[in-house]
């Protein structure tokens, strides 16, 4: 079976690879890009774990052909943080202990981002509506909230 050669940015960074073309993005950034930090919790995108951001778009990267990304540019977890600086998001999420096993999390964090990118102030509504494509069977949400409305002020006084 012929593989397909793509090109694409990812995290900023231009990218070459071969890809089947049954394999997910998912697939492309965990085995070939070596990008694990998205992560494949239900493989039917119900869960968000896998999110990331295609051209700017909040996708669950299990329904993405990875043959499909050829020229767009793809943000993930990997590249939120700048070197050793973490990003507000990431900080907050440690502060408020947002966090337990770390499945769900890389894809809170994308999801969170892209709202924050969007809507710099949301409510604490418009916030759960934003993220209940993202599951979490570890913490509950009311940490994750607090810490998104935390990095959003944070933000916001720059």
């Known amino acids: ?44 995108g119900d869960c968000g774990a896998c999110s990331v951001t295609l051209d700017g778009r909040l996708v669950c990267s299990c329904l993405v052909l990875g043959c499909e990304v050829g020229g767009r540019t793809i943000e993930t977890i990997e590249g939120m943080a700048k070197g050793e600086t973490l990003h507000p ?12 096993c770390g499945i769900c999390t890389p894809g809170f964090l994308v999801a969170s981002k892209a709202l924050l990118e969007r809507n710099p102030n949301p409510t604490e509504t418009e916030i759960r509506y934003w993220l209940a494509g993202n599951l979490c069977r570890c913490t509950g949400y009311d940490k994750i909230i607090t810490a998104v409305q935390d990095a959003a002020g944070a933000m916001r006084k720059g």
């Open 1 to 44: 079976m012929a593989k397909h050669h793509v090109e694409a940015i990812v995290n900023g960074d231009p990218v070459e690879f071969l890809c089947e073309t049954e394999e997910t993005l998912l697939d492309v950034l965990r085995d070939t890009l070596h990008l694990t930090g998205s992560k494949e919790g239900c493989s039917s």
């Open 89 to 100: 998001l990431q900080q907050r999420f440690l502060e408020h202990a947002a966090l337990q």
